[in-house]
Every structure is written in C-alpha cells, then in structure tokens.
C-alpha cells in the first residue's frame, strides 16, 4: 500500500485506456461510433506479441499492432460509410471478428516471451521528489507517449485546420461536404486512427504492461471500458486522461487490497477470505458505469452532448440532420 | 478490357421484394462459409474436411441432431431478448449477465433452498422458472432505468454488468456453495431438471418389442435409440417464447408501441406514447427471456450451478437477433444454425474458429443489407454512333 507505487503502475495501466480512447475520440469526433475496439485491441495485442516474438524486435511489434488494428478498423469503416448500415451492430461484429481472428491466429502463443518495450527514466525531471519516481521514472516509452498524445490530440483537435475539419464532419457533415470537405474520406481517415490506436492500446498490454498472450484474459473487457471513458470524458482528450490514469490508479489500488493482513486496525476481509475479491474485480466495471452517469448528468446539465451527427450515416444529396 | 455494360448502384425507388431479406441471411451465411474457408486455408488447415466434420458433428445423425437443438435452447431465448430490444433500438448487449442472474436466481430455489427438499417438480421447475425471469429482468432494469431516467447509454452499462454478473455468480459457487472446493454447486435434486429424452428411453425400448407402425416408423428413419438424447423440455420453452414474443411484437398494442418507438422516436413521442416506462419494461423483458435461458440451461443440462455455463451464449444472441432480421420465427432457425457451431466449435480447431465464423457471418449479414436499401443494375452502353465522341 504504497501511494508512490499505486500512482506508477496507475500510469501505465492507464496508459492502455489512454490510448484506445483518444483512438476512440477521434473516430466519433468525425461521427463513427466504433464498438469494435475491445476487438481491434485484442487483435493489436496478439499482432504485437506475436511480431516482436518472431522477429525479436519489439518495435516492429508495435508497428503490426498498429497495423492490424487500422487494417480492422477498415472494414468497419466501409460497411458504416459506405455502405450506411448500422454503426452499433456493425461495431459489435467488428468485436466478433477481431476477437475470433485474435484467437485463431493467436494459437499457441501463450507461455512464450517476446522482447518487450523498453522502460527507462527521463533524465533531470525524474529527480523530482515523489513527482518524478511516478511520472518519469522507470516507465516504458509508451507511457511517455502518452504523455504526449494528450495535448498533441487537444491541439489537433482544437487549434488546427484538419482538427476543425474533422469537428465539422462530425457535427454537420453537410456543411463540411458543401465547403469542400470530403466527408467520406475524413471518416475513413479517423476511423482508420482510431483503430490504430486501438491496436496500439492491445499491445501496450501484451508488450507492456501485463507481458504476455492470455486470449481474451488479455484485454478483459478493457475495450469497453474505454468506449465508457470517451462518454464520461465528453470527447475531450484532457478528460479522457484524467480518467484512463484514474482507472489505471484504481486497478492498481484494488490489488494491493489484497495484501494486508490488516487494514486501518480491522483485520482485513479480503486477507482472511480472498473470495470477497470478486468484488473487488467489480469495482472497474462497476466505476464505469459511474462514471457514465456522472458524464451524463453533466452533459444534460451543460447541454453539452455528443457529436451531433454520431451514428447518422452521410449520403449526399439526403436531408441529414 | 471494357466491358459492354457498367455496373451501378440505384436507391431503390420500391420497396424491396418480400423474399430478399431471407435471400440476402442465407447469402450472407454461404459466402461467410466460404470466407472462413479461404482463412483457415491460410493458416494452414483442411477446409472441406472441417466442413464436412462439421455437418458430420453436428446433423450427421439423431444424436448429435438432439445435441445441436440443446445448444440451439438457449440461443433462441437470448436471440428472442435481443430481438425484443433491438426491436426498439434499444441496444442490450447485456443478455449474458441477465443469463448469469437469471441462472443465479433460478438456483436460488434449490440451494437456499426456497422450497423444502421434497417438493415436486411441478412446483419447483415453475418457481424456478419465474426466479429466472426475474433475476434477468432485475439485471435488465437497472441499465433500464438509467437509460431511461439519465440518459445514461445502455451499451456500456449492459456491457459492464455482464463482467458483474459472472464475477457475482463466482463469488457464490466459490465461496457460498462450493461443493467440496470445486467451482460448482452439488447437483441439484431431481425434480429441479427438465424432463430430457433420454429419461423416456426405458420406456420406449419396452415399445419397440411389443412392435406396431409408430415404431416401425421409428426404426425406418433411424430413430431405434433415443437414450442418450439429451434434447430437454427447455427447447419447447423456447418455442414457446417464439411464440408469446411475435404476438406480442406483431399482435399487442405494446408491439406496436414498441416498434414505433424504434422507427420514430419523435413520432412516438407525439403520439403520447410513454418512452421512459417502455425502455424500462423492454429492457425488462429482454432481461426476463436471457434470464429464462440461464434457468433452462442449469436445469436442462448442467443440473447445477456453475463456472462458466454460458460460452457467450449473450453475445451470440446478439448475432441471430440480426441474422434473422428482428423476426422470432427465425430466430428459432438461425438458433439451430448457431446451435451447430457451438457443437462443431467444440471440436473444432483452432478454438477461436467459430467466434470469428461469427463475426464474419455479422459482418455479411449487415453488409448484405445495403441490397435491401439499394440494387444493382447492368445499364449496357450503346455504340457511339459516327461522329459522337465516346464518354470517357
């Protein structure tokens, strides 16, 4: 029960949901909901593991999970843009497909170990007492990244022209088509970055943070968790950090429970009788569902909503929204 | 090359004709079929012999054909709760925690126990039957209410209260009702289990030998042995649930008003129609058919309550709902279909190769859909005539 300790194995576990959700961000920015990413991660994190165990190099690992989440992501894509069929179902066959692809391919990988993502500190800022041990010490490049893609992803989002479009696309893809946007292609675009994300996401897991091939152990349900974080965040990337490294700090949190025989002067329950730690295992799906409705009461409350043209498919020349 | 015709694509102008939809589910199951085969081809496997094991395994003969409807069993009443969501646009993909609570619930009656030991079956089984449906629908109501109360998006609250469901069932067959340290209760008595074929088959020998058409009708189609059957009651509940779920989709004021929401919010809305009580009892109801499951399956074929009874049975619901275009009817077909797989699957390797047959199928079917919304036409193009420039 050390606050250093949970605060670090926070950060890279939340590094996972991090990454998955501003992919996530990203593709319902531009109006696609994509159900599919506990599929695109699974499918990232058995394309990564199993890359960087065949050729011994972790970083083209991460290349093909990145490439096999975006190539996934596609087929997503062309069934809700062009084909204008129905994003939930859609996304959830996406799920089905990633999945049984992951597991189909993913035979007989478990037990083995790949090269695994570099961890090391940052020089100077990891001096920092207690702030540099958590955030810039001893983590894998992953995690930095992270650090970076928040205000890379606001700043893009928020403050440049591709980043208007894509807002635009999203909230009134009519408006966007007429002043010269094409909205099929910046859908596809986003789509294809949030599966990207995805499947980076799966193999900061499998390369990272919990090293190995589990099946679907791997990323338990970790997908639609942050599916809920986008809502809960509101679209908004500084958000959804807040809440990925949050969760990340919690499941850390939860372990440690475990430990102590005893816990504030009482002995502990969960020592005595480790079954009452199912429901310690609740508690992440059990916050989401939380934390969405705190994100939705805010929402009503500030009128603020989702992207007003997400899951409406785009047909030119059709009265939208 | 060019060719004489180009192809192009029309919104169509009528309305489709009433067989395609059928057409374009079974088109769509065909080239998955084949699609897979290709895929498992790559990885090096042996498609037409798995093909062909497959259909061996799984309606090769009266036996397996009794296992691959025992499998169908739950499929259909999980399909039926999608179907009934989905009916109003109401995205429950929490059918397999209202499984989970509906097998927790319905286990209740026998492990608190909420009936002396020695009552019968007919008591039990029905008792049992309600608790399932109420523990389902329980676990329906509260995404229910907070879809309708708070807005709050059914997906994610129904997807994260399936991890709670089965983390919940475990922490009872752990902990509470361990038998001996395994993950699993004891058996339950037997008037907690549905009447199976097989319990008939003494019987039914005795038959045989005193002769008579019925059973040399039998015999012809190769039906002499019928233990071994594990086809239960739970399947005519099934059937049942079909039934009571088209009369309520197509043939109550509440079908109606449901159908109605799911096409026309807004219009609906006009029409007084009371939109938060109708999410709440949807959901509810939905919950209540994927809770009616569990309870068949745990006294239809497990007999006791355990780790892992459904093999995502939740989310296979989710694929025939749609398969079978939201109609109950067919979701008892599509059921069989997807029956065969989980048989098949079982045997079949690589393990993943029928969850990813699943998705591949969903993909097809909601792919195909586009040709109910658009067709395909051939224009031919005509000569240019002298002097008329050709169109580029």
Known sequence: MNLEIILHAGLATGTVLLFAAIGEIFAERAGILNLGVEGMMLLGAMAGFSTSLSTGNVWLGLLAAIIAGGILSLAHGLVTIHFQADQVVSGLSLTFLGTGLALVLGEGLSGQSPQLVPAFNIPLLSQIPFIGPVFFANHSLLVYLGYLLIPFTWYYIFRMRPGMHLRAVGEKPDAADTMGVSVYGTRYFYVFIGGCLAGLAGATISLSVSPGWYSTQTTSGQGWIAIGLVIFAQWNPWRAALGAYLFGALRRGILDLQGPAILLGFANPLYVNSNYGFFLQMTPYILTILALIIGSRQAIKKRLGAPAALGVPYIRGERGL | ?392
């Open chain 2, 1 to 392: 090359m060019k060719l004489p015709f180009t192809i192009t694509f029309e919104k169509r102008v009528e309305d489709y004709p009433k067989w395609l939809p059928a057409a374009t589910s079974i088109g769509s199951v065909v080239v998955a079929f084949i699609i897979s085969g290709f895929l498992l081809k790559l990885v090096g496997g042996e498609p037409i012999r798995v093909m062909n094991f497959f259909f061996q395994a799984t309606f090769g003969s009266w036996a397996v054909i009794s296992d691959t409807l025992v499998k169908a069993t739950p499929l259909i009443l999980v399909g039926l709760a999608c179907t009934v969501a989905f009916k109003m646009k109401l995205w429950n993909i929490g059918a397999e925690g209202q499984f989970y609570m509906g097998a927790f619930f319905a286990s209740l009656v026998v492990l608190v126990p909420l009936v002396p030991p020695e009552t019968s079956g007919f008591i039990v089984l029905p008792l049992m039957a309600i608790m399932g449906m109420v523990g389902g629908a329980a676990w329906g109501f509260i995404p229910g209410v907070l879809k309708a109360k708070l807005q709050v998006n059914e997906i994610i609250t129904t997807l994260m209260l399936n991890y709670v469901a089965i983390l919940w069932n475990n922490f009872w067959i752990f902990n509470k009702w361990s038998d001996a340290g395994f993950q699993m209760t004891p058996v339950f008595e037997k008037s907690a289990w549905l009447a199976r074929i097989t319990d008939y088959a003494r019987p039914y020998s005795e038959f045989i030998e005193t002769g008579g058409g019925l059973a040399t009708f039998m015999t012809a189609i190769g039906l002499e042995r019928i233990s071994g059957m594990t086809l239960h009651l739970g399947f005519i509940i099934a059937v049942v649930a079909a039934v009571v779920v088209w009369w309520i989709l197509e043939r109550s004021k509440w079908g109606y008003e449901i159908k109605l929401i799911g096409d026309n919010k807004e219009a609906a809305r006009y029409a007084g129609i009371n939109i938060v009580r109708n999410i709440i009892l949807v959901m509810m109801l939905s919950g209540a058919l994927a809770g009616l499951a569990g309870m068949t399956e745990i006294t239809g074929v497990v007999h006791r309550l355990q780790e892992r009874i459904s093999p995502g049975y939740g989310f296979t619901g989710i694929i025939i709902a749609w398969l079978a275009k939201l109609n109950p009817f067919a979701v008892i077909l599509v059921s069989v279909l997807f029956g065969a797989l989980l048989v098949a699957g079982r045997e079949i390797q690589p393990a993943g190769l029928s969850q990813l047959l699943q998705g591949i199928i969903l993909f097809m079917v909601i792919s195909s859909d586009v040709l109910l919304r658009y067709q395909i036409r051939f224009v031919r193009l005509h000569k240019p005539a002298a002097g008329e420039v050709e169109p580029a």
